[in-house]
């Protein structure tokens, strides 16, 4: 008999995550209703906000429950259909299908997964999927740089962070960021143009923001919260705009992460700070692939993934993003793509 594997919600982790906390249990693939189709997943997304889904915390979705499916991004590819929306082979872009080699769906839930030439299956899970959609409505709805400003990502060799300061670039800006070690930061200033970056692991971010940003600066692309955020927003000019797109540092933490120390200064310099989460803007997706699948295709946006293989290895691979130890947009292969 067929069966599945996937990771279950056992207990809320407290700190890190900790063996025990998830659970990865087999059991048979049942038959399919009327309607239903049945996925084997190809790519997992692993997202900070996964850690956030585990704690039980006030948040965008409701917690993952415990001993629920862990919750996840998926692209999968059809192996049995009772729909005739989908055939065996198609593959679909499965939403939140989860930590699982398979997920039965109701095929209303699946849209095909886009397919440019040349364009590998990976991209609509990083450039053009949700991590170029939170860039691109982070940096252009909401940080609006205009040419000639200056900018500064945070976490900027990551998934978002990566394409985000490219944006900018593209947008006309100065842009400056932030990462953790050395070839971190010469791939942004090396390959993806940013006019500097700040090795936030051997230097002092505050000197390196007066060196590198002697005006000031205009829009902050907030991916990390904390130490971080404080040195950049104390130094943003009057009606700097603060996508305030994610709070890493802090994820780990029980308690609320305090916002910036110095809250006056966006009374007194008029800053404008709008926390965003891109499930709101998916209806406007067209906007934002109108100009990310031009710039893909004429080779004017770069992205990495860094994919491991083996669900199995899911809470190991999720740590990665927590230490740095990956290089780009972070996927789990669960399966061979057809
Ligand atoms: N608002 C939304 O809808 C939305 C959607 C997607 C992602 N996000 C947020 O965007 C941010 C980036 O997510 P991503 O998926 O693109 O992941 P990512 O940037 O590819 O990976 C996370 C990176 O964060 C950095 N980091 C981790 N802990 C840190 C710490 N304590 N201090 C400084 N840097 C730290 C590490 O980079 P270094 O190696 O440089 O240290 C790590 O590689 C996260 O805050 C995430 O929650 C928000």
């Known amino acids: 008999m067929a069966t599945l594997k996937r990771w279950v919600l056992r207990r809320r982790p407290a700190g890190e995550i900790q063996p025990g906390d998830l659970d990865l249990v087999e059991e048979p693939i049942r038959d399919l209703a009327e309607g239903e189709v049945l996925v084997r997943t190809l790519y997992l997304s692993l997202d900070p906000t996964n850690r956030i889904w585990m704690s039980d915390q006030d948040q965008y979705m409701p917690p993952v429950g415990i001993g629920d499916t862990m919750r996840g991004g998926s692209l999968g590819v059809v192996e049995r259909s009772r729909s005739e929306r989908f055939k065996q082979g198609d593959v679909v872009n499965a939403g939140l299908g989860g930590w699982t080699t398979h997920v039965i769906s109701d095929a209303a839930f699946l849209t095909p997964a886009p397919q440019l030439p040349g364009v590998p299956l990976t991209a609509y899970m990083s450039v053009l999927g949700a991590t170029g959609l939170t860039a691109w409505f982070g940096m252009c709805d909401i940080g609006k740089p205009q040419p000639g400003e200056t900018v500064v990502v945070s976490a900027a060799a990551g998934a978002v962070g990566s394409i985000a300061g490219q944006i900018a670039k593209l947008k006309g800006a100065r842009v400056i960021g932030i990462a953790g070690g050395k070839a971190k930061c010469d791939w942004l200033t090396g390959e993806l143009g940013f006019d500097g970056a700040i090795d936030y692991k051997n230097e002092d971010v505050g000197t390196a923001l007066d060196r590198l940003c002697p ?14 955020m404080d040195a950049v927003v104390s130094r943003m000019n009057n009606f700097g705009r603060m996508p305030l797109c994610g709070m890493i540092s802090t994820y780990n933490d029980a308690d609320r992460p305090a916002g910036p120390k110095d809250f006056a200064r966006v009374l007194m310099h008029r800053l404008t700070i709008r926390g ?29 993934v860094h994919v491991d293989q083996g669900l199995e290895g899911a809470m190991d691979s999720l740590q990665r993003l927590f230490t740095g130890n990956h290089d780009g947009k972070l996927l789990i292969q669960v399966s061979p793509e057809p």
């Open 215 to 228: 005006n000031g600066i205009d829009v902050n692309f907030e991916n990390v919260g904390g130490d971080i």
């Open 276 to 304: 965003f989460i891109i499930i709101d803007f998916l209806p406007r997706a067209a906007e934002a692939m109108a100009e990310l699948i031009p710039w893909v295709m004429e080779g004017k946006l770069k992205w990495k």
